[in-house]
Every structure is written in structure tokens, then in C-alpha cells.
């Protein structure tokens, strides 16, 4: 069974940089499949982020690369998210998600239960 | 970058059918065959429902389907239930990056 967990502060000021760290169990990251992001901001709809091969080959929404990077930890089976210079429009639940070998900016498998960040002074 | 086009809301009486769209354009949804659609309850993290256009995952009921025509893709959902009240959203495939649609809350009447 895949689980992934999401973990990281709640609350981030202006400016600073989002961290946000997805734990991995049943299936190892180094396995095959892309490991990434997804956000939603309260009462609107999904928005890819970024995702990353075990191997280092990360992919960027566009909108948003300049401020991303998307990495893993083989080594403790987790991958990681840093946004920074974060703003109230960054303020969104926030999953962690499995995307499929070639589809991976499409089709996600397993999502993690979220974790809402609210980016405020 | 545009999201793409999906009505808000959608409806049904338990055991009708419902289609949902999501238009998208020559350069998304016109242009691959990889387009998905998940499946949110309130509270919940989206389930994926279909993939690559119109190929189920194993434990997603065979009352879901999809296909695409042009620039829009459908999802189907056949013998309504109760427990089929959710949002939707469709994904696409724009080139560099995947694209949500805005999502279609669906209700059972």
C-alpha cells in the first residue's frame, strides 16, 4: 500500500521561503515514477507544481519554475518542495503526489492528505 | 496560462447518466491523448478516476468512462449514486506542463 505523508510549517511570512517534505512508505522512490506537487488554493481548483525522478530530472509548471525546486532524498525515501519568495497568493493546501512514468505532469496515482500552508505576517 | 473550460456544476437523479466536459484548445487537450480526471470529496485529496483519455485504474468503477473529440474531453458517469457527488477535474497535457480545469461540482439529485 503507497502512502505518502506531507510534512512542514504550517505558516510562512512574505517573502520567505515555503518547505514542505513528502515521506514515502510501501514503494520506494527509486522504483520508477515521478514524485511531486500539486497546491489548491482555498475554494479553487489544482494546480501541478513540479516533479522530480529519483535520478534528479525535475519538470516545472512554467508559471512558477523560477521560484521551485523539487528534489528527493533516496536515502530517507522522501522528496521535497521549496518555494521562495512566498505571498498570500501562495497561501493553499498542498499535496504530495506519485505521477505516472510518462504522463507525469498528468496522471497521479497516490496523493498524500494535504498539508495547508497560509503565508502571512 | 489558462486553465481549462469545465461548467461549475452538473446534476442527475440516482441511476441517470451525466456528462462532464473540459474544453481546452489545439495545444492542450486537441493535441495529446493524455488527459485524466479525479474525482474530490469535500475534505478529501483528489482520487484519480481516468487516464490517457479513457483507461480506468483497476478500482474505479466501470460506471466511469472518458473520451475526447477535437479540443474537449467528456467524462461520463453512468447509474449516478449517491457517493458520486464530488467535484471533478480534468487535467491535460499542454506541451511543458499539465493543466487543470476548473472543476465541476456534481451533484445527485
Known amino acids: 500500500q503507497v502512502q505518502l505523508q506531507e510534512s512542514g510549517p504550517g505558516l510562512v511570512k512574505p517573502s520567505e521561503t515555503l518547505s514542505l517534505t513528502c515521506s514515502v512508505s510501501g514503494y520506494s522512490i527509486t522504483s520508477g515514477y515521478f514524485w511531486g506537487w500539486i497546491r489548491q488554493s482555498p475554494g479553487e481548483g489544482l494546480e501541478w507544481i513540479g516533479s522530480t525522478y529519483y535520478s534528479g530530472n525535475a519538470l516545472y509548471n512554467p508559471s512558477l519554475r523560477s521560484r521551485v525546486t523539487v528534489s528527493s532524498d533516496t536515502s530517507k525515501n522522501q522528496f521535497s518542495l521549496k518555494m521562495n519568495s512566498v505571498t498570500a497568493a501562495d497561501t493553499a493546501m498542498y499535496y504530495c503526489?506519485?505521477?505516472?512514468?510518462?504522463?507525469?505532469?498528468?496522471?497521479?496515482?497516490?496523493w498524500g492528505q494535504g498539508a495547508l500552508v497560509t503565508v502571512s505576517s | 496560462q489558462s486553465a481549462l473550460t469545465q461548467p461549475p456544476s452538473a446534476s442527475g437523479s440516482p441511476g441517470q447518466s451525466v456528462t462532464i466536459s473540459c474544453s481546452g484548445t489545439s495545444s492542450d487537450v486537441g493535441n495529446y491523448n493524455y488527459v485524466s480526471w479525479y474525482q474530490q470529496h469535500p475534505g478529501k485529496a483528489p482520487k484519480l478516476m481516468i487516464y490517457e483519455v479513457n483507461k480506468r485504474p483497476s478500482e474505479v468503477p466501470d460506471r466511469f468512462s472518458g473520451s475526447k473529440s477535437g479540443n474537449t474531453a467528456s467524462l461520463t458517469v453512468s447509474g449516478l449514486q449517491a457517493d458520486d457527488e464530488a467535484d471533478y477535474y480534468c487535467c491535460s497535457y499542454a506541451g511543458t506542463h499539465g493543466v487543470f480545469g476548473g472543476g465541476t461540482k456534481l451533484t445527485v439529485l
Open positions: 503526489v506519485r505521477g505516472d512514468k510518462q504522463t507525469a505532469m498528468v496522471t497521479f496515482d497516490y
